[in-house]
């Protein structure tokens, strides 16, 4: 089956510490996104990639970084520098760069204890 | 002031009536509009997509543009138990490559 696998679904995580969070896509999708979901605030956007070895920041990129070594994969690092990393974390992807239309993996909840 | 402003709800009616929901912007330069499913802990599921004043119907899904008002909205014919979730709007603009602009979502809720 085509889809976008996030993993893990959910992920606690010390303060101080870096966690890698797994975005996989086997829809052959050229542009992956990166979103933060809060209680009533909406999507914000994290980073986003057109194409491999190339990705851009997005609304709130601090604190985060990313890697497309693949065009399957885009990870997210959330760093000890995100003061506020407890969310709901969603990746995304597109078919060609530049279409609106997203179709979105089922998330991973990150919580700092 | 958020440039996408969605009631968040809940809106909560009886199965068999229509869900109305809507959204407004700040920005004319949004040209492109989607309206997402969100169930709870899950991913948000795309259902509609239009990108110029008017109507466009899918199934039990209609979704409304108004530019002139800078206003869109989406509604449910015939709800169902079923179609209890967040609903999303989003869009776009032309200058602003794939990058989406979401509201925050109304959460409703079809009572048997």
């Known amino acids: 089956d085509g889809g976008i696998t996030q993993s893990p679904k959910y992920l606690f995580r010390k303060e101080g510490q870096n966690v890698t969070l797994s975005c996989e896509q086997n829809l052959n999708h050229d542009a992956m996104y990166w979103y933060r979901q809060d209680p009533g605030q909406g999507l914000r956007l994290i980073y986003y990639?057109?194409?491999?070895?190339?990705?851009q920041k997005g609304d709130i990129a601090e604190g985060y970084s990313v890697s497309r070594e693949k065009k399957e994969s885009f990870p997210l690092t959330v760093t000890s520098a995100q003061k506020n990393p407890t969310a709901f974390y969603l990746c995304?992807?597109?078919?060609?760069?530049?279409?609106?239309?997203?179709?979105f993996g089922p998330g991973t909840r990150l919580t700092v204890l | 002031q958020k440039e996408v402003e969605q009631d968040p709800g809940p809106l909560s009616v009886p199965e068999g009536a229509i869900v109305s929901l809507n959204c407004t912007y700040s920005n004319s330069a949004f040209q492109y509009f989607m309206w997402y499913r969100q169930y709870s802990r899950k991913g948000p599921e795309l259902l509609m997509y239009t990108y110029s004043s008017g109507n466009k119907e899918d199934g039990r899904f209609t979704a409304q543009v108004d530019k002139s008002s800078k206003y869109i909205s989406l509604f449910i014919r015939d709800s169902q138990p079923s179609d209890s979730a967040t609903y999303l709007c989003a869009m776009s603009r032309t200058d602003s490559w794939g990058k989406l602009q979401f509201g925050a979502g109304t959460q409703v809720v079809v009572t048997p």
């Open positions: 990639s057109q194409i491999v070895n190339d990705f």
């Open positions: 995304a992807s597109t078919p060609i760069a530049g279409a609106d239309t997203q179709y």
